[in-house]
C-alpha cells in the first residue's frame, strides 16, 4: 500500500510522467516481484510452494468456461455498479479534476493499452489479493476473514473514490469464486476478461468494432433515463446475481468431481488406511457443502496492526480524492 501510494504521489507532482513505467512498477514490482520473494523467503521456502499456496492449481475446462461467462456477468455488475456511484459521488459534489480527451487510436498503444490494464493486473494483482491474501491466507486464519480484508484492500489499493466502491465489491465475489474453486485461475481469467471488455468498448465506440457502439448506447440510455434506470435496474440485478451463483455452483461442483476422480485414483494405486480414506470423503463433502469458508482462526496481534494501517493509509488517500477530485 505505501509502495503503491508513493509510486501515485510521484505521478501527480510529475516527477514520474511515465505512465508505462508507473504501471511497470506498480504491476510488476510493488503487486508481483515483491510479495512473491518476501513470502517465498519467509514462509513457503520454496518456489514450487509459493505457487502451490496461492492456488496456482489445474482446473477443467468447464471451470475455464464458466469463469469466462462469469467474466461477462461480473462486467456487467461492474458497469452497473460504478456508474451508480459515479453519480451518487456526483450528487454529493464529486468533481473529475483529470481531463477526459479521446484515446491515442494507434494500432501500437490500443495493443499496449491491453497489456498493461488487462493483462498485467489480470495476473500481478490476483497473485496479490486473491493468491497470497486470500488463499495462501487462508491456510493460517479464517477463508472468510482473508476474503473480506483482501476484497476491502483491494478497493483500497486502487487509491481513488471512485473505483474504491466496485472493486471492493468485484474483489469479494472474485474472491468467493477463488475459493469455491481451490484455485486462482478463475479469478485471473474473471479480471482479465473485465478490463479486456472495459477497453474493448472504449476503443470500439471510436473504431466501430463490433457489439462496442451498441453497448454504450444502451448503457448510456439506461444510466441517463430515470425511467429506463427504474424500471430495468431490478431485472438486471436479479439476472445477473442468479448466473452468478448458478456458475458458482457448477465450478464448486467440478472441484468436487476432480476430488473424487483423485480420490479413487489413489485408492487404487496405494494402500489408503482407514482414517485418510475418512479424511478424503470428509474434504469433498465440505467443499460440496455451503460450509467451506468457516473457520474461526484469528490473525495475530502484528498481522492486525498492518491491517490497520494499510487500511488507515489507503482510506486516507482515497477520501482525499474525494476531496480534491483527484483519480
Given amino acids: 500500500m505505501t509502495l503503491t501510494a508513493i509510486i501515485f504521489c510521484f505521478g501527480y507532482l510529475g516527477i514520474l510522467n511515465s505512465d508505462i513505467l508507473s504501471t511497470f512498477l506498480i504491476q510488476i514490482i510493488v503487486m508481483l516481484a515483491i510479495p512473491f520473494l518476501l513470502y517465498t523467503i519467509l514462509i513457503s521456502k520454496n518456489v514450487k510452494t509459493t505457487f502451490s499456496d496461492c492456488g496456482f492449481k489445474k482446473i477443467s475446462s ?14 456487467c455488475i461492474n458497469s452497473f455498479v460504478s456508474n451508480a456511484f459515479s453519480s451518487i459521488i456526483s450528487l454529493l459534489g464529486y468533481e473529475n479534476l483529470s481531463s477526459s480527451t479521446s484515446p491515442d487510436l494507434a494500432p501500437k498503444k490500443i495493443f499496449l493499452d491491453f497489456v498493461l490494464s488487462a493483462l498485467l493486473p489480470g495476473f500481478c494483482e490476483e497473485f496479490l489479493l486473491r493468491g497470497i491474501m486470500l488463499n495462501a491466507g487462508k491456510k493460517q486464519v479464517s477463508p472468510r476473514y482473508c476474503l473480506i480484508v483482501s476484497s476491502l484492500l483491494f478497493g483500497l489499493l486502487h487509491l481513488n473514490i471512485r473505483q474504491f466502491f466496485y472493486a471492493t465489491i468485484m474483489g469479494a465475489l472474485m474472491g468467493y469464486v477463488s475459493l469455491k474453486a481451490d484455485s486462482i485461475y478463475p479469478t485471473i481469467i474473471i479480471h482479465f476478461m473485465n478490463n479486456f471488455l472495459s477497453n474493448y468498448f472504449v476503443y470500439g465506440t471510436y473504431l466501430n468494432w463490433p457489439f462496442a457502439r451498441g453497448f454504450m448506447v444502451i ?8 425511467i429506463f434506470y427504474i424500471v430495468f435496474t431490478p431485472i438486471i440485478i436479479i439476472t445477473m446475481a442468479l448466473l452468478y451463483v448458478y456458475l458458482v455452483k457448477v465450478i464448486s461442483i467440478e472441484r468436487g468431481k476432480s476430488k473424487i476422480i483423485k480420490f479413487l485414483q489413489q485408492t487404487r494405486d496405494t494402500n489408503m488406511s482407514v482414517q485418510d480414506c475418512q479424511k478424503q470423503i470428509d474434504e469433498i ?7 467451506d469458508l468457516k473457520n474461526n482462526t484469528k490473525p495475530k496481534f502484528c498481522n492486525k496492526i498492518y491491517l490497520i494501517c494499510s487500511i488507515l493509509l489507503g482510506s486516507l488517500i482515497t477520501i482525499s480524492s474525494y476531496i480534491w477530485g483527484i483519480i
Fill in 62 to 75: 468447464k471451470v475455464v468456461i464458466a469463469a469466462i461467462l462469469l467474466g461477462l456477468v461480473l462486467f
Fill in 219 to 226: 448503457e448510456n440510455l439506461l444510466f441517463s433515463n430515470p
Fill in 285 to 291: 463433502n465440505l467443499c460440496l457443502s455451503q460450509n
